[in-house]
């Protein structure tokens, strides 16, 4: 499949532009559509994007961040958020009817697709019509259009063909599960898996049909039940993949305004940063190491030693305790408890009879409670607020009397306190004079102020959305338990039925050949993915090569891409830099083509995006011109520049500039993009 023409009439930015795109040949196979950021380039991918599959989910889900449109919102618009499909001028003037019109040939002969959209009343009406020239002229609309588009370009290869290159990195983060399905259908691989799908699918129609009423009845109330729970399932996969999605988009944007914002705090401190910056470093290391000397050698007791009032008070009470008349009663009676019994019944002389050792036990205990009545209780010892045993107030005193005269102890702990605090406002005073704008104009002032708190509410979006992932996912593995035990409920409701024998042949017969397509589908799966593995490999070599952490890419089961060291150790995700990830996309994308053998144009918004000036000479030098028969890049004239042209000029058999300076009209003028540079890049 070639694009001969492209005719865009009131969509987005376009008001009626014609682009011819015949010419295309092995060498000369890029057709460059330059122009400035807002003139067009967007609007141009999605117009063809919209021709293939119309208003679908991921293009739904790209207009705002976390949410989906309805079709009909992603035509008509919500308000000032998305203006819809329909250019503004021409809406404001009255035109109701846009549409993207694409003729391509085929080995039939030319063939004209044409998707449009009529505004009415309450809403709009989508046309898709297809002109099959080579036909006798035959038509094709609705349905049996769209499946024909579907034959030639499926809506899962969308992102296989139609992209942003700034956008490619998240093929090697995106959903495993809907990744994989993607590139199955590329490779000519998911069919086998309908074929088995419509097995079992049959298998358990025949099933039902051999069963007794009452028993097919309960099997169809297990089946309704498992129904729901894959659908609870699917919609919690699909809230983990937006959530992820908007995770992803929130922390590329925080990570480039974190940029901005540096660069324009090191701009405003050019002068004295190093200063500040050393001055930081002092302090926070001074303050860590009072605060680590602190932890070893601040004792327990160190409440005492600052508060010396307490403590003074305390042993005020306590030799009001001690000093009390009733307190040198109760000391005497106590001292005579102590020593009277022992005197009086255990040392000679003894009575004659001898009292017995039970009689001798009972007078002690007699004379004890005797004794201790006269003793006061620890209430009534003194009048003030201590009420305690006066051995245990003797020893409190004694041990308060330290820490009421460790004046110099207490002084030494205070300063080394005081000490740390005046470091934490020193720190955070340097801190601030860092993030000091003084140096800045007002204007640019409060343009740093408010981006820097947009930024903080996109990190608190970000924490708050890995909570929700985090609820999102323990719903799905939920739901995926419910979902194992109805299949268990399921099959063991199966069991309890004897079907005839004519029915248990037939049932076991497309067991067999399900099982036989399903080994026929891993083995198919396995030389493919052996195939991609070994593209992958190739051509990331073609295009990384000046880099060598990464000594290979390999490919698992479900299509998922990972990096391997030189000594076979994966490498982590997050240690790879966004322009590595973007040319190990570029390079699963490329071997994808080469092994499926599928010849589509590719489109591509941003080229070189975020990938240094090396590995875009490579791309510029071997991956367009090789990857497939035609090929449209869109860049900026700062991403491709004078010198870069060059590399590709040679490769380019049409050339248009972008003029949109309202932002409304996007116009195209067919001329060079830097005049008579081409005469240069072929000399």
Not at 242 to 257: M, P, S, W, Y
Request: charged fraction near 35%; glycine fraction near 6%; charge should be negative.
């Amino acid at each position: 499949m070639r694009f001969r023409h492209i005719h865009l009439k009131n969509l987005f930015s376009y008001r009626d532009t014609r682009i011819d795109l015949e010419g295309a040949v092995p060498g000369r196979n890029i057709a460059l559509i330059s122009g400035r950021n807002g003139y067009g380039k967007t609007s141009f991918i999605n117009a063809v994007k919209l021709l293939f599959v119309g208003p679908n989910k991921d293009m739904c889900s790209s207009v705002q961040q976390g949410s989906e449109l309805r079709p009909k919102q992603y035509v008509l618009g919500v308000g000032e958020d998305w203006m819809g499909i329909f250019n503004r001028v021409a809406r404001s003037a009255g035109e109701r009817d846009a549409r993207v019109a694409i003729t391509w040939d085929e080995p039939i002969g030319e063939v004209e697709a044409v998707r449009s959209w009529q505004i009415e009343r309450d809403g709009y009406q989508e046309r898709l019509q297809i002109d099959l020239r080579g036909d006798a002229s035959r038509y094709l609309e609705g349905d049996e259009a769209q499946r024909f588009l579907n034959e030639r370009l499926p809506e899962d290869y969308i992102p296989f063909f139609f992209f942003d290159g700034e956008q490619l990195q998240h093929l090697s983060e995106a959903n495993r599960t809907r990744s994989s399905r993607h590139i199955e259908r590329l490779l000519n691989i998911s069919h086998v898996e309908t074929l088995v799908d419509q097995l079992a699918q049959v298998s358990k129609g025949w099933r039902k049909e051999a069963m007794p009423g009452a028993a097919r009845a309960e099997l169809a109330r297990l089946e309704k039940d498992q129904a729901h729970i894959e659908a609870m399932l699917l919609a919690a996969d699909e809230t983990i993949e937006a959530l992820a999605t908007e995770r992803r988009d929130l922390e590329r944007l925080v990570g480039e305004e974190d940029a901005y914002l540096e660069g324009r705090r090191v701009a405003n401190l050019a002068q004295n940063e190093a200063h500040l910056s050393g001055e930081r470093k002092r302090l926070a290391e001074q303050l860590e190491r009072d605060q680590s000397w602190l932890a070893d050698t601040l004792p327990l007791t160190a409440p005492l030693l600052v508060n010396p009032h307490l403590v003074r008070q305390t042993t005020e009470e306590l030799k009001k305790l001690l000093d009390s008349e009733a307190g040198a009663q109760a000391d005497a009676l106590q001292e005579v408890l102590a020593n009277l019994p022992q005197d009086l019944f255990d040392k000679p002389p003894f009575s004659q009879p001898r009292l017995t050792e039970g009689q001798t036990r009972f007078y002690k205990r007699r004379l004890d409670a005797l004794l201790r009545a006269f003793i006061p209780a620890p209430e009534d010892l003194g009048g003030g607020l201590l009420h305690l045993d006066r051995s245990e107030a003797r020893e409190l005193r004694t041990l308060l009397g330290h820490f009421a005269l460790s004046e110099e102890e207490r002084r030494g702990q205070g300063e080394r306190l005081k000490s740390i605090s005046r470091s934490k406002r020193s720190l955070a005073e340097v801190e601030d004079r860092l993030e000091n704008l003084s140096n800045l104009p007002a204007d640019e002032q409060d343009e740093y102020r408010r981006r820097k708190a947009e930024n903080d509410e996109r990190r608190q979006r970000i924490g708050a959305i890995s909570v929700e992932l985090r609820q999102a996912e323990k719903q799905r593995d939920d739901q995926r338990g419910a979902l194992e035990a109805k299949e268990k409920e399921i099959r063991a409701q199966e069991k309890q039925v004897t079907l005839s024998a004519q029915a248990e042949r037939r049932l076991r017969l497309a067991q067999e050949a399900r099982d036989l397509f399903i080994a026929y589908k891993e083995e198919l799966k396995r030389r493919k993915r052996g195939a991609v593995e070994d593209a992958v490999n190739r051509r990331f070599k073609e295009l990384m090569t000046s880099h060598g952490l990464i000594d290979r890419i390999q490919v698992d089961d479900h299509f998922g891409i990972h990096y391997l060291d030189r000594d076979g150790i994966p490498i982590a995700m997050g240690s790879l830099s966004a322009g590595m990830k973007q040319l190990a996309a570029t390079a699963l994308l490329w071997a994808l083509k080469d092994v499926s053998g599928k010849e589509v144009p590719l489109i591509v918004d941003t080229p070189l995006a975020r990938i240094d000036r090396e590995h875009q000479d490579n791309l510029l030098r071997r991956y367009y011109p090789q990857v497939a028969e035609q090929v449209i890049v869109l860049p900026t004239d700062s991403e491709l520049d004078r010198e870069k042209y060059a590399l590709i000029e040679p490769h380019l058999y049409r050339e248009y500039r972008l003029d949109n300076p309202t932002g409304v009209d996007a116009r195209l003028e067919e001329v060079p993009m830097y005049g008579v540079l081409g005469t240069v890049a072929n000399g």
